[in-house]
Nanobody, 127 residues
C-alpha cells in the first residue's frame, strides 16, 4: 500500500518561500507518476505540478510556472515542492498524489487520474 505524508506547510508573507516535502513509502516508485495538488476553501482541488519518477520532464500549472519547482530524492523516496514568490492566492491545503503508470502513458494532471493521496499540509500566504 502506498503511503504519502506531506510536511513543510506554514504561514508566510507574500513574496516569501516555502519548501513542501512528501515522504513516499510502500512501493518502488520508479514506475509511478507523482503530483502536487492544492485545494483552497470552497474551491475544487487543482493541479499544481507533476513528474514521472523515472523521467526528467516536469509539468506545472500556468499559475505557478516560474515560481514553483517540483523535484525528488531517491533515498529516501521524497518529493519536494519549492515555492517562491508566494502570493495570497497560493493559500490552500497542498496534497501529494501518486499513481502507477504504464510505459508510454501520458503524464496525468487531473485529480481523478491519481490513486493515492496524502493528508495534506496547510500553506497560508498573508498579504
Amino acid at each position: 500500500q502506498v503511503h504519502l505524508v506531506e510536511s513543510g506547510g506554514g504561514l508566510v508573507q507574500a513574496g516569501g518561500s516555502l519548501r513542501l516535502s512528501c515522504a513516499a513509502s510502500g512501493r518502488t516508485f520508479s514506475t509511478y507518476a507523482m503530483g502536487w495538488f492544492r485545494q483552497a476553501p470552497g474551491k475544487e482541488r487543482e493541479f499544481v505540478a507533476a513528474f514521472r519518477w523515472s523521467g526528467n520532464i516536469t509539468y506545472y500549472a500556468d499559475s505557478v510556472k516560474g515560481r514553483f519547482t517540483i523535484s525528488r530524492d531517491n533515498a529516501p523516496n521524497t518529493v519536494y515542492l519549492q515555492m517562491n514568490s508566494l502570493k495570497p492566492e497560493d493559500t490552500a491545503v497542498y496534497l501529494c498524489a501518486a499513481v502507477w503508470l504504464a510505459a508510454g502513458t501520458p503524464q496525468p494532471r487531473e485529480v481523478h487520474e491519481y490513486d493515492y493521496w496524502g493528508q495534506g499540509t496547510q500553506v497560508t500566504v498573508s498579504s
